[in-house]
Every structure is written in structure tokens, then in C-alpha cells.
């Protein structure tokens, strides 16, 4: 990308001057994927980077809860976000207080908090979760029952995959829920030789039309490892943009939908962050350390 080598210079300077790193999701567009991220992966890669990350300042790259999730891992550490609107349609639809209704009305059924909540809704909650580990997780806590919440399409395609009853909120990520199985099955009957990979936020009978699902690290293993001749990722449109330079050979159709609040972050906004070190996020310290047990829990088990 000529035009941006500028920017895209710039910004790897003053990282090293400022002693900063970027943690960039898998949803970022190329030119922060391949351009200036220093780590890149799915919400719990990022998490465990931000706990090994020797900087003073992070660089989050990806929507607010996760950069929500950096500064509760490092609260002596500046946390910025180059657009503190990236929101996330799961975080906007629960809050601490509704947390605290689900505790009152089920006594003793343990709360897993998928990581797209604020630091408020996780610090209500026993443990934490991402798409990569959450039959773990659920399995991890040795009951019947459990909520997972806020996602009711990653908890019901947990379900199907656990003995452990789920119940679920009624949440759903705006980007995934738009998928339906009857396009899926209609683009198999273009081409029946394309390979179907979804992401676990899309509803069941989505995820029971595709040849896999996973988080968006266990989809771009998925597709290192096969090599399918094609593949059709159900998720974010970034994603095969960002794999496409690193897996020749396999043709990408194309489907997706966008998600507007991963994409309120461009490499400009990355680069006036830096220069004004801003926007700055800031989580209360009783939250925090309240959050940073449901956050620790889930990483332990990792380990
Ligand atoms: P992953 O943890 O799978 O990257 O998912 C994050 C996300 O927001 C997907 O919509
Ligand atoms: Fe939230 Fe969906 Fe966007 Fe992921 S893709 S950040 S879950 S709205």
C-alpha cells in the first residue's frame, strides 16, 4: 500500500519511542493486521499477550471491552483505544445491574461471562469465557447448570456440545446473526466443492450448516492446516483479507458482513493515538480487581 507506507512508518516509530505495543484483532483491516500490529489473534490471545507484554503503553487495536480487558490485566499501564466508540452489540446488551437480577432470581447457578461485557458486567460475574474456550470453561466449573451470557447463539452452540445445561440472555452480535442457513446451503449449491467455516456467534442452524466452527484464531488454524482448494468464512469481512497473503493456494469466496465498530479503527486514528496518546481507558480500580478475577480464572485454566 504505497499511499500508507508514510502512516504506517510513522506509527512504527513512535511505538518504539513511546515503548508501545499494539495488540490488533483478527478483524483489523490488512493494513493494521500486516502493517503495524505487533501481536495479532482472537480475544483470548490478546488477553494472554496483554498479561506477557513488557510495555509501557498499549495500542488496542479492536473494540472497547477489549481494551476494557487490557487495562483491568495491567492497571499500572496506559491503555489506549484510537476510537473509544468501538462498541460491540453483546457488550451494549447486558449490564452489572442485570447481572445481579440473574444472581437474585438463581441462587447458586454460577454466571459465565462470555469477554464481550464491560468490566462492570464481568466483575458480577464467576469466571470469564471467549469462543476459543468456552465448552472448557463450562466444563471447568463440575455443576449441571450454568449461565453463559450474553451471547444466546455461542450459548446454544455450546450446548450442543456439553452434558451442562446452559441457560443464556438474550444477547446476539449484530455482525453473525445476519447469517442464515439458507444462505449457506444455497452458496453449497453454487459450488459444492467450497469449504464452510463459522464463527460460533452465528445462530446453530448456521453453525450445523458449516464444515466448522471455531473462534477466529481456530478458523485461521483451520484453514492453515486443510488448505481447502476453497473456503467460505462466515464472519467478519477482515478475516479473509488478513489470511488471504498468508495462505496461497486457497481461493476466498467472499460473503461477510462488516463490523462497524471494528472498523472505527484506521491506521489514522492509530497514529493520532500515539502522537496525543489518547484515547485513554480507564476502568474504576474496585471493578477492576473484581473483573481481573473472572479474566484471571479463565487464563489460569488456560495454563
Ligand atoms: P474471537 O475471540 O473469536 O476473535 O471473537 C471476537 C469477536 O468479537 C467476534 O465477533
Ligand atoms: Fe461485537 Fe459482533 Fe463486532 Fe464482534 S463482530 S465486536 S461480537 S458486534
Known amino acids: 500500500w504505497p499511499a500508507l507506507a508514510p502512516t504506517i512508518h510513522a506509527i512504527n516509530k513512535l511505538k518504539k519511542e513511546r515503548n508501545a505495543v499494539i495488540l490488533a484483532h483478527n478483524y483489523m483491516t490488512p493494513d493494521i493486521y500486516h502493517g503495524v500490529a505487533d501481536v495479532v489473534g482472537d480475544s483470548l490471545q490478546l488477553a494472554i499477550e496483554a498479561t506477557r ?25 496506559t491503555v489506549l483505544i484510537p476510537d473509544s466508540r468501538a462498541g460491540c452489540s453483546l457488550a451494549e446488551s447486558i449490564t452489572a445491574e442485570d447481572v445481579r437480577g440473574l444472581r437474585e432470581r438463581n441462587p447458586g447457578v454460577p454466571i459465565i461471562t462470555y469477554v464481550n461485557t464491560s468490566a462492570a458486567v464481568k466483575a458480577e460475574c464467576d469466571i470469564c469465557c471467549t469462543s476459543s474456550n468456552a465448552v472448557e470453561v463450562v466444563e471447568s466449573l463440575g455443576v449441571d447448570r450454568v449461565f453463559l451470557i450474553p451471547d444466546k447463539y455461542l450459548a446454544a452452540n455450546v450446548a450442543r456440545k456439553t452434558n451442562v445445561e446452559v441457560l443464556i440472555w438474550d ?20 459450488d459444492p466443492d467450497v469449504k464452510i ?8 442452524e448456521v453453525v450445523e ?57 484506521t491506521l489514522s486514528k492509530i497514529l493520532d493515538a500515539l502522537i496525543e496518546m489518547k484515547e485513554e481507558v480507564t476502568v474504576d480500580p474496585a471493578v477492576a480487581g473484581l473483573a481481573r478475577r473472572a479474566v484471571e480464572r479463565m487464563i489460569n485454566l488456560k495454563s
Open 171 to 190: 444477547g446476539a452480535c449484530e455482525v453473525h446473526e445476519r447469517f442464515t442457513a439458507q444462505e449457506l446451503r444455497d452458496y453449497r449449491k453454487i
Open 209 to 265: 450448516e458449516a464444515d466448522f466452527a471455531g473462534s477466529t484464531k481456530h478458523m485461521i488454524d483451520w484453514v492453515k492446516e486443510k488448505k481447502p482448494a476453497k473456503v467460505m468464512m462466515i464472519t467478519e469481512c477482515s478475516m479473509a483479507d488478513n489470511v488471504a497473503s498468508e495462505t496461497p493456494g486457497v481461493d476466498y469466496i467472499r460473503p461477510c458482513n462488516l463490523c462497524p465498530h471494528m472498523k472505527r479503527i
Open 53 to 77: 507484554t513488557s510495555a509501557d503503553v498499549i495500542v488496542q487495536c479492536g473494540v472497547h471491552f477489549m481494551a476494557e480487558t487490557s487495562k483491568i490485566l495491567n492497571p499500572s499501564k
Open 197 to 204: 467455516i463459522a464463527h460460533p456467534e452465528c445462530p446453530p
